[in-house]
């Protein structure tokens, strides 16, 4: 089915750890997002990318790095992660012309 | 900075009243998206609504968007418990030729009660 995915689902990880959160879509859109989402809070935007080879920081970017890999596919690092970043992660897709997001089913990642 | 803010944070209601939810951002925009999540899941699109005036309605539900007030409503007929869940609207904020992304409220938690 076309979509979203992201992987891990979930994940465990030691304070200082290091770890790439993977998302890739099929749709062919150009924007691709990295959400973060605590309780309370909502869903926060941590990266974006408006196109294949740019990134821009959303609201929280401490701690995280991103890269677009190519069209498909938009990753998030976390190079020592911290118990601050236990959070669920989304990303997102948007095509271009249109008005539709499209959201991955999250990965539920916590630090201990 | 674009702020979105949602009222009430929490809302317990019983079945076969009506309610609704407010949404109040902070910046010229004519792009707003109302959410439905599930407990523990992805978060479902119900509408977009990207003019002043806009009026959307699916089922028991129906949005709104005035955006010389910077706000939206949506509005819920009738409460059943299957619409329990939490309800987000996002503003794209997009102006300036800024790229175009969605900032969320904080989240309405419905509970709708027997």
């Known amino acids: 089915n076309a979509g979203v995915t992201q992987t891990p689902k979930f994940q465990v990880l030691k304070t200082g750890q290091s770890m790439t959160l993977q998302c890739a879509q099929d749709?062919?859109?150009?924007?691709m997002y990295w959400y973060r989402q605590d309780p309370g809070m909502g869903l926060r935007l941590i990266y974006y990318?408006?196109?294949?080879?740019?990134?821009d920081k959303g609201e929280v970017p401490n701690g995280y790095n991103v890269s677009r890999l190519n069209k498909r596919e938009f990753s998030l690092r976390l190079e020592s992660a911290a118990p601050s970043q236990t959070s669920v992660y989304f990303c997102?897709?948007?095509?271009?012309?249109?008005?539709?997001?499209?959201f991955g089913s999250g990965t539920r990642l916590t630090v201990v | 900075e674009l702020k979105v803010e949602q009222n009430p944070l929490f809302l317990s209601m019983q079945e076969g009243k009506n309610y609704t939810i407010y949404c109040n951002y902070s910046?010229?925009?004519?792009?707003l998206y109302w959410y439905r999540q599930d407990p523990g899941k992805s978060l479902e699109s119900l509408f977009v609504?990207?003019?002043?005036?806009a009026v959307k309605q699916e089922g028991r539900l129906m949005a709104s968007l005035d955006t010389k007030a910077r706000l939206s409503t949506l509005h819920i007929t009738a409460a059943v418990h299957d619409l329990s869940a939490t309800y987000f609207c996002?503003?794209?904020?997009?102006?300036?030729?800024?790229?175009?992304?969605?900032?969320f409220g904080t989240g309405t938690l419905l509970a709708v009660q027997p």
């Open positions: 996002a503003v794209d904020p997009q102006y300036g030729g800024a790229t175009n992304k969605l900032i």
């Open positions: 609504l990207l003019s002043n005036g």
């Open positions: 910046t010229t925009s004519d792009r």
């Open positions: 997102a897709s948007r095509q271009s012309g249109g008005h539709g997001y499209t």
């Open positions: 749709m062919n859109h150009n924007s």
């Open positions: 990318s408006a196109s294949e080879g740019t990134t």
